[in-house]
């Protein structure tokens, strides 16, 4: 059976796939999908007092504190989502891993080098850099997606690290070595399909997280520049106000974990399909 | 909702005469404790360093000056003093200090405490950001450069102090009610040095009692304080770093008593709405303005028509109803609760029609892109973007863009910072209840420097010299003529346009059922959130 | 173990050397006057000036990181400006604070973040499984303010079991520890559960199994300890990262801890105050980290310290 058939088997993976296309399309086609224009004002999105309503026939996921259409702006903030969540935070993974493998199978000055250079930037002030680099240039969505790639791989790199130290000691290792493996097919075949499922546990969470700090960060200046939407920004901006107009928080809410959740169903699925030892038991 | 004139007759009450009611002060007992919180932490309680909304009240509740303001309104009375004589060309002031005053380690107050204090705000050592204020009096160009000393001020005798000034003020005895000039001991400040503002010893109503850093500071009654009917309450903890939506629940459970912080924009709504909550929310004028500032020498805001038309472009009613009515839409620079508002004038009808006319008359048939710059706490960033909306509906692209406070005021102080800015949660709040308050530093020349506050760099000489010549005539008959001329320097800045006001922010002070008081001093105009001396509590024993 | 200990301590201070060079550099591009801020609104040109020069502002840069240099070396951190309060004991009268949350923030963290993980190992595929992964995310997704919200109307308000917020005793600590123990619980039960899974399917476990160990056996001895390694690195993570992130359940609950004065600091831009918490940070960063290190070889004795 064809890895894709085994993927296609399981229907949490179906799910994943699913939502992650669906998110891709609204990110791609959002113009063409969204019922409302995702920045206008309206003056019957508000009820008298000024108060945003909730769903109702007109705007069906409600409206924001300004009257505008909650669906439309959603569909609009895939964009950010994606490109923060999944592009930003997967370079981040991926440079945390390459490293994290690097320092801890080669040891040595160069792995204390590297580990010491992540200690740095972990302690790195990143809010700090959000505020001056807010000052000197204009918000940019690829601002913040570089911030969060500079700061996110940090964490990855110490927990890649640490595992590779302790694979890199077992005794099939030592043995293909002495069999006079070169260290590229060692890394490959032995290590890394060991830090797979560590990989996408950063991968998959931390889209959320991510999404979620770039609200930080583009409250101090960085990032989405209002008008547009981003979910997080969404969030961040109506957190106060979930006991009132609990769908400003949910929708963008739900929209982040299914995102999360999407990916790594997907990634679950494509995991146990390539992998070698699970073909045959599905 | 309130309408605009209601508040204003509500003002009005709250500046005319006395604002406690004979039988509302006799009811008042002596006792009882109250907690206020706040979410940040309080900077200092030094009276010539804290500046800042938070701790300006706190200081005044520990220390006083020569003049003070009767409760709940703008109207000017002596407190350190027990009486003062004006010469009659203005030039000279001469105070005599109320017997029997001591600091809260027990010396008694002499009129050297009250040079000492005054020099020490104006010694460029002590880093004061209210040096500016005192620069009428003689003596202070040599004095702000070298150590303070005012040549200016004389102790005449241990309870007499005179105070010449360079030129005529109509403002001095304002500043002489404000924190800069309160009354320091000069042992403990020597004592202290630069820890005095954790350590304030003052001769004010209350005490510093407690104060754990990040966590609370506690006030206590002074005992020997002058007025022995003050203040009313034993105790006031403040606690810090509470959140104002959580605080909001404490108080109603009542564990907390004030809301520093006010109504959490995102409950505003629900607790007014609540019928219990009528008598604990009181509702008044702010000696507050909020505006869009036109940088004047950029263009294509140099055009007066286009600053006009931005004017004519902001729907100020849409914007009130996005922050759920908690504030009054502006026609002027001044808000309605400062003496010399022109309650007649209408400003810019909101008109976009026009608003286009204009702008095509300028050259800009098609509009023109440009940047507005905002603070970006809650509800600012919802205002810009509502602004911008009404400004692109006459063809003004304005890309919004939301920083840090200190950020955004260090645009404003540079020529080429930005085009506009939306002043709400920076500028321009009084420092004290008289109009040339709002002009100096944010419409004045003087402001329109590297630094400065006056974000429009608008510079009328004009102007300039009309509102010197008003604060000329300090003869107390001609109040209403000085006024008239302030109007009158307010009228034509809205003929120039540097400035789109918007609205005037209420407030709205909420307090547990256990605390009483007059309404006023819930809302006194020069104390936020109240007056810690005269509310009292209903549980006193 | 000395020779370890010793390259550790050295790289320490350089990561602390590199950390106020980067700081003091990136302060130096924030557009905000310190010398303006705190001359005020209505202050001449010559008092902004003069404060400049008592403040050594007007310095070059690199003067002005030599001169911070030599007076940390003293231990003065400076005095804020905003509050002109000395650095260091703004940050020291905060330091049990965030010390005592963040023990009870990763206990929390532990507690719900392995059993959870381990349970969802052991059951992989069945309902519970995706019933925690669905959970974890939900602890992830959840924007912090609402769960401490949430937990503090539920708990505090409504119940009354716990007190609404603040500082003092065990009591107090439960609901913000909590709230932060959600979201490090997300993470540390799906790190929990792949690195659980993954051992479980090792060919020694195979072997143990053919041998005739029982499951439980299996779980608690062989599985359970390698497959903890990853989380020994997060916890050390962890230490770092409480420093100066917990500023929005610090503010829900009203906890005096260092992530509030870090955020109000960076708000106003008072540079002493930033330097200071930057650095604080650090230290446990480093300290956190190295911990890790010292631990990995207990869970995992052929991990040698190099």
New interface residues.
């Given amino acids: 059976m064809t890895a894709i058939g085994l993927l296609l088997r399981r229907k949490s993976s179906v799910f994943g796939l699913v939502v992650v296309a669906t998110m891709v399309a609204a990110a791609l086609f959002a113009p063409w999908l969204a019922p409302l224009p995702p920045n206008e004002q309206f003056f019957e999105g508000l009820s008298l007092e000024g108060a945003p309503l909730p769903p109702n026939g007109q705007f069906w996921l409600g409206t924001d504190q300004l009257g505008r259409d909650l669906l439309s702006r959603l569909i609009y903030g895939a964009r950010t989502s994606l490109l923060v969540g999944v592009v930003a935070n997967g370079v981040a993974v991926l440079l945390g891993t390459l490293l994290g493998v690097i320092a801890g199978y080669a040891r040595g000055r160069l792995g204390a080098a590297i580990m010491r250079f992540t200690d740095l930037m972990m302690a790195f002030p990143a809010l700090l850099l959000a505020i001056a680099l807010a000052a000197i240039f204009q918000p940019s969505l690829w601002i913040v997606a570089m911030v969060i790639a500079m700061v996110n791989w940090v964490q990855i790199a110490r927990v890649i690290y640490t595992e590779t130290t302790a694979l890199a000691e077992r005794d099939y290792i030592e043995a293909c070595r002495a069999l006079g493996a070169h260290w590229p097919r060692i890394l490959l075949r032995h290590i890394l399909p060991h830090l797979v499922p560590t990989v996408l546990v950063y991968a998959t969470l931390g889209i959320a997280t991510t999404v979620l700090l770039e609200a930080t960060l583009s409250f101090l200046g960085i990032g989405v520049r209002p008008p547009e939407p981003s979910w997080g920004n969404i969030i961040y901006e109506n957190q106060t106000y979930f006991a009132t107009a609990p769908w400003l928080v949910f929708c963008p809410g739900a929209a982040i974990l299914l995102l999360a959740l999407g990916f790594n169903l997907l990634g679950d699925g494509m995991r146990d399909a390539l992998d070698p030892t699970q073909r045959g038991r599905g | ?1 309130k309408k605009p004139l209601l508040t204003g007759a509500l003002a009005a009450v709250l500046l005319g005469g006395t604002a406690l009611s004979p039988a509302l002060a006799q009811d008042a007992k002596k006792g009882g404790a109250m907690v206020v919180t706040y ?3 309080v ?2 309680l ?1 009276p010539a ?1 804290g ?1 800042d909304w938070q701790n300006w009240s706190m200081i005044k509740a520990l220390f006083d000056g020569l003049m003070d303001y009767e409760p709940g309104t703008t109207t000017l009375k002596t407190d350190l003093a027990e009486s003062y004589e004006m010469s009659p060309d203005g030039m000279a002031y001469t105070f005599k200090l109320r017997p029997g005053v001591k600091f809260h380690n027990g010396r008694e107050l002499t009129a050297e405490d009250i040079k000492y204090s005054i020099e020490r705000t104006v010694n ?2 002590t ?7 005192f ?1 009428s009096i003689k003596g202070f160009e040599e004095a ?2 070298a150590d303070g000393r005012l040549s200016g001020i004389t102790v005449v005798d241990p309870r007499t102090v005179r105070i010449e000034l360079s030129r005529p003020d109509a403002t001095f005895l304002h500043v002489m009610a404000i924190n800069f000039a309160f009354a320091v001991p000069k042992e403990a400040v020597e004592k202290h040095g ?2 005095f ?2 350590n304030p010893v003052g001769t004010g109503a209350f005490k510093l009692a407690e104060w ?4 609370r500071v506690v006030f206590e009654r002074n005992p020997d304080y002058f007025d022995p009917s003050l203040p009313k309450l034993d105790r006031i903890t403040f ?5 104002p ?2 605080a909001l ?2 108080l109603e ?1 009542g ?1 907390v008593d004030i809301l520093g912080d006010g109504i ?4 505003f ?2 607790v007014r709405g609540k019928p219990e909550n009528k008598d604990l929310i009181v509702e008044g004028g702010q000696l507050h303005t909020g505006y869009v500032a036109m940088n004047t020498t950029m263009k294509p805001f140099d055009d007066k028509r286009v600053r006009q038309a931005v004017n004519m472009a902001i729907n100020k009613d ?1 914007v009130v ?5 908690r504030a009054v839409p502006a026609s002027q620079p001044l808000p309605p609760s400062m003496p010399g508002y022109a309650k007649e004038y209408k400003g810019y009808a909101h008109d976009p029609a026009r608003a286009k006319a204009l702008l095509a008359e300028a050259g800009h048939p098609n509009g023109f892109e440009t940047e507005i710059l905002a603070n ?1 706490t ?2 600012n ?2 205002i ?3 602004i ?2 009404d400004l692109a509906a006459v063809g003004i692209r304005a ?9 955004v ?3 404003g ?2 020529k080429e910072g930005a085009p506009m800015i939306w002043s709400g949660g920076m500028a321009w709040i009084a ?1 004290f209840p008289d109009p040339s308050n709002f002009y ?2 944010i419409l004045g020349c003087a402001g329109a ?3 400065g ?1 006056n974000w429009s760099w608008y510079c009328n000489k004009d102007l300039d010299a009309k509102a010197a010549a008003a604060d000329a005539m300090v003869d107390p008959a001609k109040r209403e003529e000085r006024l008239a001329q302030w109007r009158e320097v307010y009228l034509q800045v809205m003929e120039d346009a540097p400035w789109a006001p918007v609205f005037n922010e209420q407030r709205f002070t909420m307090h547990s059922a256990r605390i009483a008081g007059p309404d006023a001093v819930f809302v006194d105009p020069v104390h936020i959130p109240v007056n810690y001396e005269h509310v009292w509590a209903k549980d006193a024993q | 173990m000395a020779g370890f200990l010793a390259r550790r301590v050295g790289g320490a201070l350089l990561i602390l050397l590199g950390v106020t060079a980067i700081t003091f550099a990136l302060l130096f591009l924030v557009p905000a006057d310190p010398a303006r801020q705190i001359a005020g609104r209505s202050a001449s040109a010559a008092t902004v000036e003069s404060i400049r020069q008592q403040l050594g502002l007007n310095l070059p840069l690199w003067e002005q990181y030599g001169r911070y240099l030599l007076r940390l070396a003293g231990g003065d951190m400076g005095r804020s400006y905003i509050q002109r309060t000395e650095v260091a004991s703004l940050i020291w009268s905060r330091l049990p604070a965030t010390l005592l949350l963040m023990l009870g923030a990763i206990v929390c963290e532990l507690l719900i973040g392995l059993t959870a993980g381990v349970v969802a190992a052991v059951r992989r595929g069945r309902a519970v499984d995706n019933a925690v992964m669905v959970a974890s995310f939900i602890g992830v997704s959840a924007p912090q303010f609402v769960v401490g919200i949430l937990l503090l109307y539920v708990f505090a308000v409504q119940l009354g079991w716990f007190p609404i917020g603040g500082y003092g005793t065990f009591s107090h600590l439960v609901l913000p520890a909590l709230t932060l123990g959600i979201l490090g619980g997300g993470w540390y039960s799906r790190m929990a559960r792949s690195s659980m899974v993954d051992v479980l399917r090792q060919d020694y476990i195979r072997t143990a199994r053919a041998k005739g160990a029982g499951p439980g056996r299996i779980v608690m001895v062989h599985a359970l300890r390698n497959a903890v390694l990853p989380l020994i690195a997060m916890i050390g993570l962890d230490i770092g990262l409480f420093m100066s992130g917990a500023v929005v359940v610090e503010s829900v609950f009203g906890w005096p801890g260092i992530g509030q004065l870090t955020w109000q600091a960076i708000q106003q831009v008072d540079i002493p105050v930033i330097m200071g918490v930057t650095l604080t940070a650090a230290v446990f960063i480093v300290l956190g980290n190295l911990l890790a290190d010292l631990m990995a070889p207990f869970v995992d004795p052929r991990i040698r310290l190099r």
């Fill in positions: 909702m979410k940040d932490d900077s200092t030094d360093i500046y460029p050592a880093q004061s950001p209210g040096q500016g204020f620069g702000s450069k630069a820890d503002g954790k754990t850093l990040g966590q606690e810090i770093g509470q959140d939506t959580v629940l404490r459970r564990e959490p924009p995102a409950r709504l629900d849409r109803r996005i922050i759920n009515g970006n809650d509800p960033p919802r810009v973007q509502a911008q909306q890309n919004v863009k939301t920083l840090a406070q200190a950020n005021i260090s645009a102080g540079s420092d100096g530093p420097t590297e630094g506050w």
